[in-house]
């Protein structure tokens, strides 16, 4: 089902199954998505890393990853574009930034229990049912369904992230260096860099990523550089100096260096070894 509106709002609720997934091929300009799995064995590749989802495992993708499907047996597949719902003119409303999306050194996978799997099915379940109401109240009901779904699943990440044990503060703080990041990776390489614009000093924000028990804020950022890095060797055509340029190093040593550390092969063969496995 889709809402297209007159202003190029767009938002929709398909099925997927192994015979169907071209929805996952049709990523608009300016979107996120969510896949909801509704069976067991998914594989996908995600900025050519491998995920295999189960059973009511929910992924969260912006329009900067690259996915590409090895099997798809059943799962739900929502879509919408700024348009229709820009979530960081509106952040205090669903607190997703930074959490689901636009924090992406991980991919978010969301695993909500029982409880929270009921209260999920039921906001989908209802905003499929909107999609037969043509009348002047749909968009913004369409949107109330959306954001609804989106504040179920930031309480899902939340709970699985320990994020709950911080106060507002340091939740604040912690989405806000997340974003941050996603923003200024390719010139921003250090935690001091961050810690100025947030004006708090390196240690606060170490100690506060300390309190989750997750990795440090450097390697928060260097995992980020990383992914890009990723990215950019297997799907585009720019030769090594000129990724290591647009990721902020001054040449591509240091480059080749960070990632030979982080990912143990240098970037050369890790772009021989992607061809590889695309042949």
């Given at each position: 089902?889709?809402?297209?509106?007159?202003?190029?709002?767009?938002?929709?609720?398909?099925?997927?199954n192994s015979s169907n997934c071209a929805?996952?091929?049709?990523?608009?300009?300016?979107?996120?998505?969510?896949?909801?799995?509704?069976?067991?064995?998914?594989?996908?590749?995600?900025?050519?890393?491998?995920?295999?989802?189960?059973?009511?495992?929910?992924?969260?993708?912006?329009?900067?990853?690259?996915?590409?499907?090895?099997?798809?047996?059943?799962?739900?597949?929502?879509?919408?574009?700024?348009?229709?719902?820009?979530?960081?003119?509106?952040?205090?409303?669903?607190?997703?930034?930074?959490?689901?999306?636009?924090?992406?050194?991980?991919?978010?996978?969301?695993?909500?229990?029982?409880?929270?799997?009921?209260?999920?099915?039921?906001?989908?379940?209802?905003?499929?049912?909107?999609?037969?109401?043509?009348?002047?109240?749909?968009?913004?009901?369409?949107?109330?369904?959306?954001?609804?779904?989106?504040?179920?699943?930031?309480?899902?990440?939340?709970?699985?992230?320990?994020?709950?044990?911080?106060?507002?503060?340091?939740?604040?703080?912690?989405?806000?260096?997340?974003?941050?990041?996603?923003?200024?990776?390719?010139?921003?390489?250090?935690?001091?860099?961050?810690?100025?614009?947030?004006?708090?000093?390196?240690?606060?924000?170490?100690?506060?990523?300390?309190?989750?028990?997750?990795?440090?804020?450097?390697?928060?950022?260097?995992?980020?550089?990383?992914?890009?890095?990723?990215?950019?060797?297997?799907?585009?055509?720019?030769?090594?100096?000129?990724?290591?340029?647009?990721?902020?190093?001054?040449?591509?040593?240091?480059?080749?260096?960070?990632?030979?550390?982080?990912?143990?092969?240098?970037?050369?063969?890790?772009?021989?070894?992607?061809?590889?496995?695309?042949?």
């Amino acid at each position: 089902m889709k809402y297209l509106g007159k202003n190029k709002e767009h938002f929709e609720l398909q099925k997927i199954n192994s015979s169907n997934c071209a929805p996952l091929e049709e990523q608009l300009e300016d979107s996120l998505c969510l896949l909801w799995f509704t069976s067991d064995n998914n594989k996908v590749l995600i900025d050519g890393v491998p995920f295999e989802f189960n059973t009511n495992d929910i992924v969260c993708l912006t329009q900067f990853h690259s996915l590409v499907y090895e099997f798809v047996n059943t799962a739900n597949f929502l879509q919408f574009n700024q348009s229709f719902y820009c979530i960081l003119d509106h952040d205090s409303e669903v607190g997703c930034k930074g959490i689901l999306y636009y924090g992406a050194s991980n991919v978010p996978v969301l695993r909500p229990n029982k409880m929270e799997l009921e209260i999920l099915e039921t906001a989908w379940k209802m905003a499929n049912l909107e999609f037969e109401m043509h009348d002047n109240l749909q968009l913004e009901m369409l949107q109330m369904m959306l954001k609804r779904i989106l504040i179920l699943c930031t309480r899902v990440y939340k709970r699985q992230a320990n994020l709950e044990q911080l106060n507002t503060t340091q939740n604040e703080l912690v989405r806000n260096f997340n974003y941050l990041v996603e923003i200024h990776f390719k010139e921003k390489h250090t935690v001091a860099d961050y810690a100025d614009i947030l004006h708090k000093s390196p240690k606060t924000i170490s100690n506060v990523f300390k309190k989750l028990g997750e990795k440090s804020p450097l390697q928060f950022i260097q995992k980020r550089i990383l992914l890009e890095a990723r990215r950019l060797l297997r799907y585009s055509p720019k030769d090594v100096s000129e990724i290591a340029y647009d990721l902020g190093f001054n040449d591509i040593q240091s480059f080749s260096r960070f990632f030979k550390k982080q990912e143990g092969v240098s970037p050369t063969m890790y772009r021989e070894k992607g061809l590889l496995g695309k042949n």
